[in-house]
């Protein structure tokens, strides 16, 4: 008498618990991360090639570490600041707002200030500082 032996039948279907772990896991990352990606301020910035010629006329627009506004270093309160941008905005000579924002400002307060600056009309932004943190990248 022979002994045979039959091989198991193979599996006629796959595990799909890990790809319903992974898949779960993925969504909880995008709804995570979504509110941040939605959240902008938009800003026509400039294009094209620099201009040569002398500087254009500027005024620094500062946000210091607690929050204050500086206007060419005098300090603004902010029922000040929308008449300022408005009279920048209206200048015929196109004068360069730059802001420079302390490292430790809060973004909230500089997202602020950046609406009030596109709500103003002003046009010449330029963003003044930022070197200092390049070496901490």
């Known amino acids: 008498m022979a002994f045979i032996q039959s091989q198991p039948a193979p599996m006629g279907s796959i595990n799909m618990t890990p790809l319903i772990d992974v898949l779960l896991v993925l969504l909880v990352m995008f709804l995570l991360a979504l509110p941040v990606m939605t959240h902008k301020v938009s800003i026509d910035l400039p294009a094209g090639p620099p201009v040569e010629g002398p500087p254009p006329p500027a005024h620094r627009l500062s946000i210091t570490q607690s929050g204050a506004i500086l206007w060419d270093g005098e300090a603004v309160p902010d029922g000040e600041l929308r008449p300022r941008?408005?009279?920048?905005?209206?200048?015929?000579?196109?004068?360069?707002?730059?802001?420079?924002?302390?490292?430790?400002?809060?973004?909230?307060?500089?997202?602020?200030?950046?609406?009030?600056?596109?709500?103003?009309?002003?046009?010449?932004?330029?963003f003044v500082g930022h070197r200092a943190f390049s070496e901490s990248f």
């Open 85 to 126: 941008l408005r009279a920048l905005a209206a200048d015929p000579g196109n004068p360069l707002l730059e802001i420079a924002a302390d490292g430790a400002a809060r973004y909230e307060r500089v997202d602020q200030l950046l609406a009030e600056v596109n709500r103003s009309g002003v046009t010449r932004i330029g």
